[in-house]
T-cell receptor
Framework: RKEVEQDPGPFNVPEGATVAFNCTYSNSASQSFFWYRQDCRKEPKLLMSVYSSGNEDGRFTAQLNRASQYISLLIRDSKLSDSATYLCVVTSGFQKLVFGTGTRLLVSP | DAGVIQSPRHEVTEMGQEVTLRCKPISGHDYLFWYRQTMMRGLELLIYFNNNVPIDDSGMPEDRFSAKMPNASFSTLKIQPSEPRDSAVYFC??????????FGSGTQLSVL
């Protein structure tokens, strides 16, 4: 079983739609969780950290469910510029980040 | 700051040749990571350094791969001999606290 699993998508949504991605992780000892964004042929960049209490950054909301070992990302009012691959990331051991294979999002006009 | 700088951006080589990828981390960052990305396997951590010392190299696929960090501003990833299955995008990333990673633009490696 992969340490971090994501639905690869693609998720095709119209502009303005709300879309949610889930990610599951296998290591119950993982302490830190993140969402990274990767544009086509570019490097990954940190989108947001995920806190136990849930956190919001503008149109983006991240949630963590430790009991079920999953993380979610909600994007409201999707923009064309949100089209990208979203990578779920968890820590595995000391200072070691493990990336999921990513979920691809396509936002159309 | 210029960010993490990787070279070359693209490398095309023939099977059996030695390949050396280079990385200059962001000044002041204590951690340096080498990742490999393929469509099938996504981003895989190969090795990471803290204060120039290799901490975890369990992701290095085999002895053909080696990485060094002779000083705080330079690291190399070497593949010798290279094989077609090594074809991938190799990313270097640095961090000051190993959580928020700053990635370089990557090296697209093609081994023919």
């Amino acid at each position: 079983r992969k340490e971090v699993e994501q639905d690869p998508g693609p998720f095709n949504v119209p502009e303005g739609a709300t879309v949610a991605f889930n990610c599951t992780y296998s290591n119950s000892a993982s302490q830190s969780f993140f969402w990274y964004r990767q544009d086509c042929r570019k490097e990954p960049k940190l989108l947001m950290s995920v806190y136990s209490s849930g956190n919001e950054d503008g149109r983006f909301t991240a949630q963590l469910n430790r009991a079920s070992q999953y993380i979610s990302l909600l994007i409201r009012d999707s923009k064309l510029s949100d089209s990208a691959t979203y990578l779920c990331v968890v820590t595995s051991g000391f200072q070691k980040l493990v990336f999921g294979t990513g979920t691809r999002l396509l936002v159309s006009p | 700051d210029a960010g993490v700088i990787q070279s070359p951006r693209h490398e095309v080589t023939e099977m059996g040749q030695e390949v050396t990828l280079r990385c200059k981390p962001i000044s002041g960052h204590d951690y340096l990571f080498w990742y490999r990305q393929t469509m099938m396997r996504g981003l895989e951590l190969l090795i990471y350094f803290n204060n120039n010392v290799p901490i975890d190299d369990s992701g290095m696929p085999e002895d053909r791969f080696s990485a060094k960090m002779p000083n705080a501003s330079f690291s190399t990833l070497k593949i010798q001999p290279s094989e077609p299955r090594d074809s991938a995008v190799y990313f270097c990333a640095s961090s000051d606290r190993a959580e928020k990673l700053f990635f370089g633009s990557g090296t697209q490696l093609s081994v023919l």
